[in-house]
């Protein structure tokens, strides 16, 4: 614990001129050279005991203990050869058991370098991703939701921050420029609200809200719309037709967002996202094409052959989720979708109900997709979840398996899940689920064999006793 001459009891400015840093970052060279002086921003490991020493500890096993007694009495019995018979066999497993120690070990260390954590900072004045052992004093860190704090770190300027650590001692400076505005307030994406915001001073030194999401939730908080470029009142007909604008443009499968703006001219330091993001005026709808990888469909095709029953659940419109799930062919064309909204008002046999039957589940908050999970379960499933964010911590955990992405999922999902996807692909899964079956299938031929063949030994062993 640092004194009261440590960085978190002096103002930024004074951190900055301590550790010889800028909001701008450390230069590449400078990074390096101060990588060379601390070393790598890591725990130092235990070292392993050496060969010998671990070829020794094999001798320890009970059944080789039994194993050396035995040889220690046919020595003193005179039976020299049975002696060296059993003294090879103890050799022999100590040995396999000493290669196989170490194939495990090895497979270990691949796994820790496959799940090296990173972290983004700023150097040259560039945002980069690096792996948070390269991390060095003066660095500027960026943090976003659902990632871990790095390293002690003296934190610079937040918005909405939040951690669930019991200590917090950074170094992290968030500050974007847009090409005439300065970012002065940040509202991250939240999955009840649907809708993300920024504030920015622009050259006049007004404060401009934008605001992007959920059509249906950015409607609710617009009072205007940008006609020509000017704000006209938002009455009832205009609001239906961009409705059925929203509707048709989700229909052809498009992830539409919806943009507003408006002038803020109250106080931002304790300003809520209920304060700023009220009497929008709406702008405009982004209608946006993700396709499906080409394999989905394939892979889908396998799922329904091994049994696998494959459920869609997004936070995407019912009607973009419906046409993702029939171009994938995952379901029919008089398929349905259940949202989040129709989720929360059934009861827990009403959704039992039609969990068995609906595939598709749309607009779905966080305390849905667990309540997804727990109802398949109780149901009898074995439910394998998969998720990115923050917010699917929770189901990640709940599920059986559960399956994070390597690539864009976050820290905390990562955590949660009991299976990491390094390459973000759903067909990764169900080739896991056919290796998987594969050796389970060579596990039970080969106890089947064993028992067997000792139950062929033990009645010639008895025989002659009956």
Same mark, same amino acid.
């Given at each position: ?309 494959? $459920? ?120 896991? $689920? ?33």
């Amino acid at each position: 614990m640092q004194g009261e001459s440590g960085c978190h009891a002096l103002a930024y400015d004074q951190v900055l001129l301590r550790l010889s840093a800028s909001p701008h970052g450390l230069s590449q060279c400078e990074a390096e050279r101060r990588l060379r002086d601390v070393g790598l921003n890591q725990l130092i490991e235990k070292p392993r005991p050496g060969l010998l020493a671990r070829f020794i500890a094999q001798l320890g096993d009970l059944i080789t203990q039994v194993l050396l007694a035995a040889t220690a009495v046919s020595g003193l019995m005179g039976e020299y050869a049975d002696a060296a018979i059993i003294v090879a066999i103890v050799l022999l497993n100590s040995v396999l058991g000493l290669l196989q120690e170490w194939r495990a070990e090895k497979a270990l260390v691949a796994l820790k370098k496959l799940a090296s954590p990173t972290v983004t900072v700023r150097r040259d004045g560039d945002e980069g991703t690096i792996a948070v052992s390269q991390l060095v004093p003066g660095d500027m860190v960026l943090l976003t939701a659902g990632d871990r704090i790095p390293a002690n770190v003296r934190l610079g300027q937040a918005w909405s921050f939040e951690v669930d650590e019991a200590a917090l001692i950074v170094a992290a400076e968030k500050a974007k420029l847009d090409a005439t505005a300065s970012l002065v307030k940040e509202l991250p994406f939240d999955s009840q609200r649907m809708l993300m915001s920024v504030v920015v001073k622009d050259q006049s030194g007004k404060h401009q809200v934008f605001t992007k999401g959920a059509p249906d939730a950015l409607f609710a908080l617009c009072t205007e719309y940008r006609e020509k470029g000017r704000g006209t009142k938002l009455t009832p007909a205009i609001l239906a037709t961009l409705q059925r604008k929203n509707e048709e443009l989700a229909a052809r499968g498009l992830r539409v967002l919806g943009v507003a703006c408006r002038e803020y001219r109250g106080n931002l330091d304790r300003a809520e996202a209920a304060d700023i993001e009220l009497g929008l005026t709406f702008v405009g709808l982004v209608g946006m094409h993700d396709p499906p990888r080409p394999e989905v469909r394939a892979t889908l095709k396998k799922c329904r052959m091994a049994g696998i029953r494959v $459920i869609m659940v997004t936070g995407d419109h019912a009607l973009t989720a419906l046409a993702i799930a029939r171009e994938i062919e995952l379901v029919g064309k008089e398929a349905r979708a259940v949202t989040g909204t129709e989720l929360k008002a059934m009861s827990d046999d009403e959704l039992a109900d039609v969990v068995s039957r609906v595939n598709v589940f749309a607009r779905v908050s966080p305390e849905c997709k667990l309540r997804l999970v727990r109802t398949l379960r109780r149901l009898g499933a074995v439910v394998a979840m998969t998720g990115d964010g923050i917010n699917d911590a929770p189901a990640l955990k709940e599920a059986d398996i559960g399956v994070s992405m390597g690539q864009c999922g976050t820290e905390v999902a990562r955590e949660a899940s009991a299976l990491v996807l390094q390459d973000d692909n759903f067909a990764t899964i169900v080739k896991a $689920i056919e290796e998987g079956r594969g050796i389970y299938d060579n596990i039970r031929k080969f106890i089947r064999y064993l028992l067997s063949c000792n139950v062929g030994e033990c009645w010639l062993f008895s025989s002659p006793w009956l």
